[in-house]
């Protein structure tokens, strides 16, 4: 069997941290790679510093930026790796961690791992978090999933509105793998810095806008997986696509009433359904847990 890992690398803007992702892949032990990295139209100098790696990446340039969602399907186009796993320009791996995510895949179809996530950043509040906290449970987020091939191929394409990658990925895992294997390490280092796409902070407006293109994601899966999800499947995403119209459409009062859902479910659309109860969150986690 085919052991090659692609690593698809989306960079836009990215000449302060390409080199050090880049690294962290090359420097992996006990593990062969294949790394493609598509520069999105950069306006700055990654696509030089990709071009610094020549022979031991495979490059695609865009002339505009088309953005990561498009990158992420180009880089898979041009995969030919049995295990899949996404890397962000701006972040890195640690270690001999690849060989340790693939592990439990092999042999296996229709199968994941999860990791843990790291965050690195200047900012103290963030440098060292690990998420989630759960010690059983790695993360349904981005560059923490490993996959093998024929579950990347359902996956891929990724419908190119989406606002990213990881919960179209992470849904597709769900609902169709056979086996998810859980990490308690965290495999993934990610960056926090003041050019992230989703930033931790930020006013109600950002935050809103940057939600739905994340959670529209629950009616365009229904729409294209219906009949291959099961009844209880179903009811679960036509919830979550019906309390999506109601928190863009601010409707606190609607999200309170809506039954169905488990209340964690109905309090994470309900704190970002309007401004007050926004800030109300952001002064909830500055309390507990020092961010904000």
Request: glycine share 6%.
């Amino acid at each position: 069997m085919n052991k090659i890992i692609s690593v698809l690398i989306a960079a836009y803007n990215e000449e302060a941290f390409l080199e050090l992702a880049i690294k962290s892949v090359l420097n992996q032990e006990d593990v062969e790679t294949e790394i493609i990295v598509v520069d999105d139209g950069s306006s700055d100098n990654t696509a030089k510093i990709a071009r610094r790696f020549e022979g031991s990446i495979k490059l695609i340039s865009f002339e505009k930026n088309r953005g990561k969602v498009v990158a992420f399907n180009t880089a898979f186009e041009e995969s030919t790796g049995q295990f899949i796993c996404f890397l962000g320009g701006d972040d890195e791996l640690p270690s001999n961690n690849l060989s340790r995510r693939r592990a439990p895949l092999g042999g296996k179809k229709n199968s994941a791992s999860l990791c843990k996530i790291k965050m690195i950043s200047t900012d103290k509040r963030f440098d060292g978090t690990i998420t989630p906290k759960s010690p059983e449970k790695g993360a349904f987020s981005g560059g923490a999933m490993m996959m093998t091939r024929d579950l990347a191929e359902k996956i891929f394409p990724i419908p190119a509105f989406l606002g990213n990658e990881d919960q179209w990925s992470s849904e597709v895992i769900k609902c169709f793998s056979e086996e998810v294997f859980h990490s308690s390490y965290a495999f993934y280092h990610y960056r926090i810095h003041a050019g992230n796409d989703s930033k931790k902070l930020g006013s109600f407006k950002n935050k809103t806008e940057s939600m739905h293109k994340r959670f529209i994601v629950y009616g365009v899966f229904l729409e294209k997986y219906r009949f291959e999800l099961s009844a209880q499947q179903r009811r679960h995403y036509e919830n979550l696509s019906a309390l999506e119209i109601l928190r863009y459409n601010k409707s606190s009062l609607s999200i309170i009433l809506f039954r169905g859902v488990a209340l964690r479910v109905k309090l994470r659309y309900l704190f970002h359904s309007n401004a007050i109860w926004y800030f109300f969150r952001k002064v909830m986690n500055r309390l507990l847990s020092g961010w904000g």
